[in-house]
């Protein structure tokens, strides 16, 4: 299914699966990678708006996301945190509708083990943003650290992209950045799950 249909039951459920992994994690790594965006910023994939509350009330964030499901949540989240300095925008991180360096940041999270076409994806925020702009991420990405987790993930691959909507356990996130004209200025790593990282930082164009 193309993300324009959209996936109407993972959007049902995806705040509930999403809440242990939020409280545990992301709660405590969102106010560095959102809450530092400052200016002009994009957020891709936005899904239900988990990141929406984190932005500081001086920045002029854009989220987008191409899910219709995940969109109206976000429409929803966004109204009743009541604030005027974010807008929605429905479109997929490989065909973004703005010019060239126009943001000072673009942020992913949890995004990249989703978009259908990651190069094309992280080829657009590097089109977006100025050069002296930052790309902020949270993602989780395959272990190589462990031959056993990193084989595990990889042949659960196409059963775990069907259960979770497109989602690949096995992407190797970090080199598909750098490979995209980045430098990573700070990147750490936290435990998501058994035998599951996950990284998050910030990157330059480099
Ligand atoms: C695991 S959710 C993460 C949502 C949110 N960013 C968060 O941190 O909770 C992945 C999101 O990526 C979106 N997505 C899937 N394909 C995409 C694409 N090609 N471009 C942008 N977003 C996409 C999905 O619709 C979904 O909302």
Redesign the pocket.
Known sequence: MS?QQ??RWFAAV?DRI?SRGEARV?KHIRPRIMGEAQGRVL??????G??LSYYPAEAQVVG????PH?FRRAEKRLAELGVTNIELRQA???ELPFDDASFDHVVS???L?????QPA?LAQARRLLKPEGTFRF?EHVRNDESRFWGTLQDLITPVWRWCG???HPNRRTQQAIEDAGFRIEWLEQVRLAPGTPAIYGVARPS
């Open positions: 993300p959209g996936h995806y999403a992301f957020e891709i994939g936005v899904g239900t988990a990141s987008t996301e191409p899910d995940m997929s991180a490989e999270s949890l995004v083990c989703t978009v259908s076409d994806a949270i909507a497109g989602c």
